[in-house]
């Protein structure tokens, strides 16, 4: 009988998947916590979570038991009747963002869309037809026509010209180049931006959070959407469920999906205030978005999070790897930036080659991104112990990189 609970033996035949990835020559068949294994069973400790996606962790016994219960008793109907999980997860999300609305997608970029289209309409609403959206240098809001075009890395978007002209850039943190385009920009409609920015080398603003503040005063001023990219900075990994929440502030429009499902493909637009109700009946959808199955897991998650009191242990274990890759690289000239799970290490050269030596020569799997940032987002829930493990395999690598 097929054995359909194994991954089929990969052969030398030449690969049929579109060549869109730089792969790392390693796979994984299964995980646990905070670790990954081949098949040969070498044990690697992962210090990456999928990119800020397995917050709790690979083969989480609770996420995976619901989602097998779910499997068997109904994954999907569609969203043209309700859906019971559905409407909880959407309660349990409004209930620990502060947020009214949400409408579930499937992706990150999928989330950013619904975020554009909410601005669009929302212009389109005070007949300002292709309003602009304000977004920032460095950005990441994903790889489909609208949210490549509101991405601020040039690499992302060659080749697919025409971009959607609703973008307008500015210096991330940069106020002052706001005011400026909104004195000759009457057509502006929203500001978009990452709390902090993952991708572009996780980057806070100068002034820190206050950014968010100065970013909700101008949007109240001009009459604008405030809309929050945490795709990657959701669900916890900063410490808090959102990053907004270091500060006393609420957007109009939140995007998260990542951590969202563990692992399970789900994302989510969240509304408050000015944008609630933008989208009416007929303006958008998706026919997988929120499925009994996918908003089970959602449920689940939350549920996890706080029952493990993983953001807490995020913001805790976090700031003790940020202290810890200080000190211990404190004769050398690197830039540690810490918030929860999610940590960047600037290095004073690339360092790109160091995601193959962790591998191969620690068992460590971490990422670099910008060229000269390693980046670290670690489950949420990782314990002390592993913290420790992360740190005395990443240090000596860093120290002997930089000679
Ligand atoms: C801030 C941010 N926005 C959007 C995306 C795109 O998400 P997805 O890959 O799920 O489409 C990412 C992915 O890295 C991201 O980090």
Known sequence: MTQYSKAPVQTNQPSHLMQTYARQPIAFVRGRGAYLYTEDGTEYLDALSGIAVCGLGHAHPVIAAAIADQAQTLIHTSNLYEIPWQTAAAQKLAEISGMDEVFFANSGAEANEGAIKIARKYGNDKDILNGKIIVAEKSFHGRTLATLSATGNAKV???????????????????????????????????????????????????????????RDLCDQHDWLLMLDEVQTGNGRTGKYFAYQHTNIRPD???????????????????????????????????????????????????????????????????????????????????????????????????????????????????????????????????????????????????????
């Not at 408050?272 to 978005?289: E, M, R, W």
């Not at 274990?317 to 211990?328: K, P, S």
């Not at 160091?354 to 460590?364: F, I, M, N, P, Y």
């Open 157 to 215: 978007q060659e080749g697919f010209a025409p971009l959607v002209d609703s973008f307008l850039r500015v210096p991330y943190g940069d106020i002052d180049a706001i005011e400026k385009l909104a004195l000759t920009h009457p057509d502006i409609v929203a500001i978009f931006v990452e709390p902090i920015q993952g991708e572009g080398g996780v980057n806070t603003a100068p002034q820190g959070f206050q950014y968010l503040q100065q970013l």
């Open 253 to 403: 429009v939140v995007t998260t999906a990542k951590g969202l499902g563990n692992g399970f493909p789900i994302g989510a637009v969240l509304t408050s205030a000015k944008a609630v109700g933008v989208l009416a009946a007929g303006n958008h959808g998706s026919t997988y978005g929120g499925t009994a199955l996918g908003s089970r897991v959602v449920c689940t998650v939350i549920d996890c999070l706080v029952d493990e009191a993983a953001i807490l242990n995020a913001a805790k274990i976090g700031q003790y790897l940020a202290d810890e890759f200080n000190r211990r690289l404190s004769v050398h000239d690197v830039n540690v930036r810490g918030f929860g799970m999610m940590i960047g290490i600037e290095l004073p050269k690339d360092c790109a080659e160091l995601v193959a030596r962790a591998r191969d020569e620690k068992q460590l799997i971490i990422n670099v991104t910008a060229g000269n940032v390693v980046r670290l987002l670690p489950p949420l829930n990782l314990t002390q112990a592993e913290a420790d493990q992360v740190l005395d395999r990443l240090v000596p690598l860093i120290e002997d990189f930089l000679g």
